[in-house]
T-cell receptor, first 108, second 122 residues
Framework: EIVLTQSPGTLSLSPGERATLSCRAN???????LAWYQHKPGRAPRLLIY???SRATGIPDRFSGSGSGTDFTLTISRLEPEDFAVFYC?????????FGQGTKLEIK | EVQLVESGGGLIRPGGSLRLSCTAS????????MSWVRQAPGKGLEWVSS????????YYADSVKGRFTISRDNSKNTLFLQMNSLRAEDTAVYYC???????????????WGQGTLATVSS
């Protein structure tokens, strides 16, 4: 099973700042099949990025994904107030599909 | 507009059974693989089970294999999760999710429901 470790656990930033979230796998993810989700309390998770760097439909271009193999990054170029949430990475390159433990992005 | 609405959660005693439903609209249900993903209180997301569009292929996490059964009724645009022999560690919000990209190793999901809470407790 692929274990995904996200860092930091919590990130405190202000609107307008740049956010960089990390997701590291304990083994290489096939074809970089790595997705990122945003999750707010009581809401449905939202797909942001798939296949490491492809933005999902309707996702603003301030969200970008990068990386390959075992190291992946989600970058939010300029934080908007509505961006603060918990972010999860998920790999779908091998079964079972697994998620990272999440990074909480909070307002500083 | 894609909508996924889960139902069927509730309080159940250990060893009991519960059947979750997810009613879908806004897309061609029979063409989409679907999954259940859960989130235990204070924890992260955990994939539970997936099913192909036809229902002919099903997949389970080891933690639920042999106890949970995923199924679908394409004539009613509905996804199900039959949960038997429930344990306290099955307590979670259960999300229904529509597959976006399906590959040999699994899938990611572009639409999710709001979730239904299943609580296993005596």
């Amino acid at each position: 099973e692929i274990v995904l470790t996200q860092s930091p656990g919590t990130l405190s930033l202000s609107p307008g700042e740049r956010a960089t979230l990390s997701c590291r796998a304990n083994q290489s993810i096939s074809n970089n099949y790595l997705a990122w989700y945003q999750h707010k309390p009581g809401r449905a998770p939202r797909l942001l990025i798939y296949s490491a760097s492809s933005r999902a439909t309707g996702i603003p271009d301030r969200f970008s994904g990068s990386g390959s193999g075992t190291d992946f990054t989600l970058t939010i170029s300029r934080l908007e107030p509505e961006d603060f949430a918990v972010f999860y990475c998920q790999q779908f390159g091998s079964t079972p599909n697994t998620f990272g433990q999440g990074t909480k992005l909070e307002i500083k | 507009e894609v909508q996924l609405v889960e139902s069927g959660g509730g309080l159940i005693r250990p060893g009991g059974s519960l059947r979750l439903s997810c009613t879908a609209s806004g897309f061609t249900f029979m063409y989409s693989a679907m999954s259940w993903v859960r989130q235990a209180p204070g924890k992260g997301l955990e994939w539970v089970s997936s099913i192909s569009g036809s229902g002919g292929s099903t997949y389970y996490a080891d933690s639920v294999k042999g106890r949970f059964t995923i199924s679908r009724d394409n004539s009613k645009n509905t996804l199900f999760l039959q949960m038997n022999s429930l344990r306290a560690e099955d307590t979670a919000v259960y999300y229904c999710a529509k597959a976006w990209l399906v590959r040999t190793g699994g899938m990611c999901w572009d639409y999710w429901g709001q979730g239904t809470l299943a609580t296993v407790s005596s």
